[in-house]
C-alpha cells in the first residue's frame, strides 16, 4: 500500500481480524507508508530497496521514490506501481511461499482463501487471478494485478519473472 491508502489498509486489516485472517503482510511501497505501519507494529516490509544489486532495479526504486498518494488508473505512476506489485509476488514466490495479493481497496465479504485453494486443487493450476474485464477474446482479457493467489511453482515463478520483464 501506499499511504495514500491508509485508510483503506485500516479498515482491511479490521476485516481481516472479523474473518480470522491473521497470517499477511504489508508491502510498503513508499517511506511515509512503511513508518505509518512500523508506528503501530503492523508486520510489513519495505519494497523500495529491493534488490539492491540488480541494475534493472533502478528504475523500479526511483520511480517507488516519487510515488504519489495515489495513481490515475493506466497513467505511467500506476503502470509502474502494477510492476511493482508483480515485484514483489515474484520475491516472494521465490523464496517458497505461497502469496495471496489483495489490494487494500479490495473488500472481503468473506475469507477467499479456502474457495481460491479449493480451485488451484480442482483445477490443478498455480495461480488462480481475478479479471473484471468482460472478455472478448482471451488475448483481450485485462488481469486485474489487485487480487491473485499464486504458488511457487517453478512455471509460476518463470511467469512472474517474464512479467516483471515486460
Same mark, same amino acid.
Given at each position: 500500500?501506499?499511504?495514500?491508502?491508509?485508510?483503506?489498509?485500516?479498515?482491511?486489516?479490521?476485516?481481516?481480524?472479523?474473518? *480470522?485472517?491473521?497470517?499477511?503482510?504489508? %508491502? #510498503?511501497?513508499?517511506?511515509?507508508?512503511?513508518?505509518?505501519?512500523?508506528?503501530?507494529?503492523?508486520?510489513?516490509?519495505?519494497? $523500495?530497496?529491493?534488490?539492491?544489486?540488480?541494475?534493472?532495479?533502478?528504475?523500479?526504486?526511483?520511480? $517507488?521514490?516519487?510515488?504519489?498518494?495515489?495513481?490515475?488508473? *493506466?497513467?505511467? %505512476?500506476?503502470?509502474?506501481? $502494477?510492476?511493482?506489485?508483480?515485484?514483489? $509476488?515474484?520475491?516472494?514466490?521465490?523464496? *517458497?511461499?505461497?502469496?495471496?495479493?489483495?489490494?487494500?481497496?479490495?473488500?472481503?465479504?468473506?475469507?477467499?482463501?479456502?474457495?481460491?485453494?479449493?480451485?488451484?486443487?480442482?483445477?490443478?493450476?498455480?495461480?488462480?487471478?481475478?479479471?473484471? #474485464?468482460?472478455?472478448?477474446?482471451?488475448?483481450?482479457?485485462? +488481469?486485474?494485478? *489487485?487480487?491473485?493467489?499464486?504458488?511457487?511453482?517453478?512455471?509460476?515463478?518463470? %511467469?512472474?519473472?517474464? +512479467?516483471? #520483464?515486460?
Amino acid at each position: 500500500f501506499n499511504y495514500g491508502y491508509k485508510h483503506l489498509l485500516l479498515n482491511a486489516l479490521c476485516r481481516f481480524a472479523q474473518l *480470522g485472517v491473521r497470517n499477511f503482510l504489508i %508491502a #510498503a511501497f513508499e517511506p511515509k507508508a512503511m513508518s505509518f505501519c512500523r508506528d503501530r507494529n503492523l508486520p510489513c516490509f519495505d519494497v $523500495t530497496p529491493f534488490d539492491e544489486d540488480n541494475e534493472a532495479s533502478v528504475p523500479f526504486r526511483q520511480e $517507488t521514490q516519487r510515488l504519489e498518494s495515489s495513481q490515475v488508473f *493506466g497513467s505511467p %505512476a500506476f503502470q509502474s506501481l $502494477t510492476k511493482l506489485k508483480s515485484r514483489q $509476488t515474484l520475491r516472494l514466490l521465490e523464496r *517458497g511461499y505461497n502469496v495471496l495479493w489483495t489490494d487494500v481497496d479490495i473488500f472481503w465479504k468473506q475469507n477467499p482463501l479456502p474457495r481460491m485453494r479449493n480451485e488451484l486443487d480442482r483445477s490443478k493450476v498455480d495461480l488462480v487471478i481475478q479479471s473484471d #474485464a468482460k472478455m472478448r477474446r482471451p488475448s483481450n482479457a485485462w +488481469i486485474n494485478s *489487485g487480487f491473485y493467489l499464486a504458488r511457487p511453482s517453478d512455471a509460476t515463478v518463470r %511467469a512472474f519473472r517474464g +512479467i516483471v #520483464a515486460h
